[in-house]
């Protein structure tokens, strides 16, 4: 009996690890369209990619399937959410920089940290000046870099205002996380133009209802990789932050005004399991209502 239940696990153990094997390498890509009032009339089909989580995964050789699905969207723009790597000593962080200079060829990059480029920031006796390096790289590239700070992102006639918040690490504990309070972010950030559409790169989507009041119309986040395993009109399983069927998993969610896009993002780390819960490419149409 003992022999058959460890044969049935290893099996059950080994489909789950070629299943998600082969998961991480199946990219999806999602379309979302955004309709707003606020937005100019020259945005109206402004198109925006949005990429997170990438933690230098590799989708075919020097990552040729997302720049090809990067390039079928025709984007305007592509925003980075954070966590393109893997803060660990022994990390390297070519594949993201290989991915960004790439793209910076083609298109304008605007780019937040996630909590593994802040991880490296804020621990400069354990990594160095690993952070500074990348971002340095990142700025060779002619890559927008953000942090805690806002910019105008124009068409030519008109603009948009972006901003990135870096969350404090308190943010991401995985117990007991403590939330910004708007003040908070207000401080990090300052208060956003009401007179233009405000898109907020936040990485960590747990704290949507304080974007919400901070004042944004369109937030992008990532960090929670889709729950890692996704169930059947469940969602999501559980979150990095150890939340389970965390309320926010994947996909589109509104409080008044704010809609907030959440990425299943493109790669994973330390866990490498990703079950029916493909790699995403966020394809977001902004529309002029
Ligand atoms: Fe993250």
């Known amino acids: 009996m003992l022999f058959i239940i460890i044969t049935g696990v290893l099996i059950l153990t080994a489909a789950i690890c070629l299943v998600s094997i082969n998961e991480n390498q199946n990219l999806a890509l999602e379309e979302y369209k955004i309709v707003s009032a606020k937005l100019p009339e020259d945005f109206d089909g402004y198109k925006i990619v949005f990429l997170t989580d990438l933690h230098c995964n590799e989708f075919d050789y020097q990552n040729k399937a997302l720049i090809d699905m990067i390039d079928g969207c025709s984007p305007d723009a592509v925003f980075v959410g954070g ?9 390297s962080y070519d594949v993201a920089l290989d991915l960004m200079r790439e793209l910076s060829l083609r ?7 996630g909590n593994h480029e802040l991880r490296l920031k804020r621990n400069e006796e354990v990594y160095g000046v690993a952070y500074k390096e990348y971002v340095h790289q990142l700025k060779e590239f002619g890559v927008i870099h953000l942090s805690n700070e806002s910019v105008m992102v124009d068409s030519g006639i008109s603009a948009i205002c972006l901003t990135a918040y870096d969350m404090e690490e308190k943010q991401y504990r995985k117990f007991h996380p403590a939330p910004p309070s708007v003040e908070d972010m207000a401080d990090a950030v300052g ?22 009041k901070w004042g944004c119309d369109l937030v992008l986040s990532g960090h929670f990789h889709g729950g890692m395993v996704r169930l059947p009109k469940i969602g999501g399983v559980i979150s990095p932050q150890f939340q389970l069927f965390p309320k926010y998993d994947s996909g589109e969610y509104q409080i008044g005004r704010s809609i907030m896009i959440l990425s299943r993002g493109l790669g994973n780390h330390s866990i490498k399991i990703r079950l029916f819960n493909r790699p995403e490419v966020s394809c977001i149409t902004l529309k002029k209502k």
Do not use: C, K
């Not at 298109?107 to 940290?113: E, G, K, L, S, V």
């Open 83 to 91: 966590d393109m790597l893997v803060s660990r000593t022994d990390s």
């Open 107 to 113: 298109y304008r990059i605007y780019y937040a940290d």
């Open 191 to 212: 208060e956003p133009d009401p007179d233009f559409f405000q898109v907020l790169l936040a990485h960590n989507p747990n704290y949507f209802r304080q974007y919400s």
